[in-house]
């Protein structure tokens, strides 16, 4: 039986809440002045610090009638806790049903965590430890912060503790293609089938692929209804948020915000330093410390960009017969050394820039400026704009990239959707005039 503070805390909480964070939380002493939970992750006990510390008091209160601080603390659970139910179906083991293969180094065990991603990594790890727990669950970041790592990595999980599960791991090209060619080919009932009904769990990459793509849009609408209906795990990534999926219907944006979205954050120096011992022992190599921190320091967010310039380091020491010392390593690292992140998305969207400064009869220093002239602020208008629709950036990278607030990037584009949705055409012509100079420009260059 448990505690009466355990009960009355049920009995205050919403369903929901109560499953989705309290079903581990239990009493571990109660002393004449303090009351101590434990609870089994991380993550969860944070959460229920920073969340519901004032109804755990109240509940305490009213439990036994004393105003009694407490504390959560963190025990591993037993293995036992985290057993997979038993398998109760029949007693053939169906292979994991896989669309695409996972990449074998693409686990929990090889994903180093630093204090960034801490929580993302305990959910992650909770979700495949009691699929369809949080559904659905929603990753996003920037280019090559193990996006797709942290996915296959929950699937590598799922199969493990339940090989019964039929796990799909997917890119949205491959759903959209795939539904493509079974509407070609009149199978499209087998697509859906195969979809809907087979996959025990759906884990689908790089979603922002689907901008403008309606009809697959459409699709995936009915397969995630048809699967969540069901109670069936299913993960996403993006590299924006679920309210940056421009021209995505808003009914299957809410979809996705209903259950946990989490970010995948750019990791520290520090976090850097052990990715790169890391993704060097998965190539069985031992990297200098020096060497590490040197990568670490020269190379920024991007961890493909960290691996390949690991992997040049391997290469080319093999070639020349050189030891991977700093000195060696500083030689190839120029190569793969990145100017700031400012400086390279400016660079990224210089043509713009020049068409915008062309067309607006303004300059690049009254664009990115303050200036509050009629003509100068609709430039930025339509800059920002443009920088959403035609290159596909977010509000954030927007932000960064012109050092505005996410307010005036968000009422800038708000404020040109209107005319545009409006069909004003002074600035449609404004917006192509300003597109077919990016073109021109680029053509010439
Ligand atoms: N925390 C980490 N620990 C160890 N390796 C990592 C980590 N994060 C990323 N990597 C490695 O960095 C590389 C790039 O990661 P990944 O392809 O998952 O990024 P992504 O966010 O999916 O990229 P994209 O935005 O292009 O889809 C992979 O080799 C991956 O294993």
Redesign the pocket.
């Known amino acids: 039986m448990s505690h009466r503070i355990i009960r009355i805390l049920e009995k205050k909480l919403s369903r929901k809440t109560w499953d989705n964070w309290f079903t581990t939380l239990e009493i571990k002493e109660i002393t004449g002045d303090k009351v101590i939970f434990k609870v089994g992750n991380l993550f969860v006990k944070d959460w229920l610090q920073s969340r519901y510390g004032k109804v755990i008091h109240r509940a305490i209160q009213e439990a036994i009638g004393k105003d009694l601080p407490f504390e959560i603390i963190y025990e591993s659970p037993s293995k036992d806790a985290f057993e997979p139910e038993e398998y109760k179906g029949p007693l053939v083991k169906k292979k994991p049903l896989l669309l695409s293969e996972l990449n074998p180094?693409?686990t929990f065990e090889?994903?180093?965590?630093?204090p960034e991603?801490r929580a993302l990594f305990e959910v992650a790890q909770e979700i495949a430890r009691s699929p369809g727990k949080f559904n659905p669950f929603f990753i996003y970041?920037?280019?090559?912060?193990?996006?797709?790592?942290?996915l296959q990595a929950i699937a590598h999980r799922i199969i493990e503790l339940y090989p019964e599960k039929r796990v799909l791991y997917i890119t949205s090209e491959r759903f959209m293609n795939d539904m493509i060619e079974a509407i070609r080919g009149g199978s499209i009932r087998d697509f859906r089938e195969q979809y809907r009904k087979k996959a025990d769990v759906l884990l689908i990459?790089?979603i922002q692929f689907l901008i403008g793509k309606e009809g697959t849009q459409r699709e995936l609408f009915h397969t995630f209804n048809e699967l969540h209906d069901a109670g069936k795990q299913i993960i996403i990534?993006s590299?924006r948020t679920p309210d940056e999926l421009n021209g995505f219907p808003d009914r299957l944006i809410s979809r996705f915000q209903m259950g946990m979205v989490m970010e995948?954050a750019s990791?520290s120096k520090e976090?850097r330093y052990k990715?790169a011992k890391?993704?060097a022992i998965r190539e069985s190599v031992e990297l200098p410390d020096d060497v590490a921190m040197e990568l670490a320091r020269r190379i920024d967010g991007n961890?493909?960009r960290?691996?390949g310039a690991i992997i040049k380091l391997i290469v080319q020491s093999g070639i020349y017969k050189e030891e991977i010392d700093l000195a060696f390593a500083r030689q190839i690292i120029g190569s793969f050394q990145t100017d700031s992140p400012r400086v390279r998305a400016l660079t990224e969207v210089d043509h713009l820039i020049k068409a915008v400064e062309k067309v607006m009869g303004v300059t690049r220093e009254e664009i990115m400026g303050v200036s509050r002239t009629k003509n100068v602020v609709k430039a930025r208008q339509l800059f920002i704009y443009i920088l959403k629709q035609e290159y596909g950036k977010t509000v954030q990278e927007i932000a960064q990239l012109t050092g505005k607030k996410h307010s005036t990037v968000i009422h800038s584009i708000k404020k040109i959707s209107n005319s545009v949705l409006r069909d004003n055409k002074y600035i449609k012509d404004l917006i192509s005039e300003i597109n077919n100079t990016v073109a021109t420009d680029f053509a010439a260059s």
Do not use: A, Q, S, W
């Open positions: 180094e693409y090889n994903f180093v965590v630093g991603n970041g920037g280019v090559g912060l193990g996006k797709t790592h942290m990459d790089d990534c590299d995948i990791p976090t990715i890391r993704l961890l493909r960290l691996r």
